[in-house]
């Protein structure tokens, strides 16, 4: 489990230069070749909440966002993240190196102090483990906090959307699927499976598999992992490399 940083701490991140994260993501930028509307008509000279949807895995277009923003107008957006995400060894620690931070009251009102713009999901990880027709939903449970913070300590809230990821995977077995088989309820009379996924929400979907537009090749599921010494983490991903 990765050590979750205190709201002090969080203040002493130093991100890279805008043109060294543009770099890190070129790769995935000339992949995906992303499309953004409406960033050069934005004045940042205020500080802002940025909520959003989460898309399917979440991760294919939350950097490529991040590092644009950043490269545009020089403001790091500072991501709220599920305590889940801190209990992976490694990966946690690289989120945080992003610039990632407990998503909770005190983590987020420590960053408004700051007058760093902050990024949040209220979707959170059930966004993420969509179901069969549900692309592009917003599934936030009332989660109404990170407002709550924003007119406490005067933010813009800077509403956006992202398009295409949902569009890349179909699903063929979701959690509804899973938590309904005759195997989830005989495992759940001896396992908490409930608690362990936080009744169900945590159940990720299946995909067609392969490498083609519309399948999973693998993304954010990687078959071979490893730590360096200097604490470095690497990963691949099967249909990758």
């Known amino acids: 489990m990765s050590k979750i940083q205190s709201p002090a701490e969080i203040l002493q991140f130093k991100p890279p230069s805008p043109s060294a994260l543009r770099a890190q993501m070129a790769l995935a930028r000339a992949y995906f070749n992303p499309w953004f509307q409406g960033l050069d008509t934005l004045k940042l000279d205020r500080p802002a909440l940025w909520v959003g949807n989460h898309t399917l895995y979440g991760l294919l277009d939350v950097p490529l966002m991040v590092a644009e923003i950043y490269s545009r107008h020089g403001v790091m957006l500072r991501g709220l993240g599920d305590r889940g995400h801190f209990e992976l060894p490694g990966w946690g620690k690289l989120l945080v190196s992003a610039g990632m931070v407990l998503g909770s009251p005190e983590h987020c009102a420590a960053l408004m102090e700051a007058k760093q713009h902050i990024l949040v999901f209220p979707g959170g990880g059930r966004e993420v483990m969509r179901r069969k027709g549900e692309a592009y939903q917003l599934i936030w449970k009332q989660r109404t906090g990170f407002a709550r913070l924003a007119i406490e300590h005067g933010y813009d809230i800077i ?28 495992l759940s009379q001896r396992l908490p499976l409930d608690a362990y996924t936080r009744n169900g929400d ?27 010494a200097d604490g470095s983490f690497v990963t691949t991903e099967k249909g990758i490399v």
């Open 159 to 186: 509403p956006f959307g992202s398009v295409g990821p949902d569009e890349n995977f179909q699903i063929l077995l979701d959690g509804r699927d899973i938590s309904e088989s005759r195997l989830w309820r005989l």
């Open 202 to 228: 945590m159940i990720t979907s299946w995909r067609r598999p392969g490498t083609s537009v519309d399948a999973f090749c693998g993304c954010c599921n990687p078959s071979h992992f490893a730590l360096t």
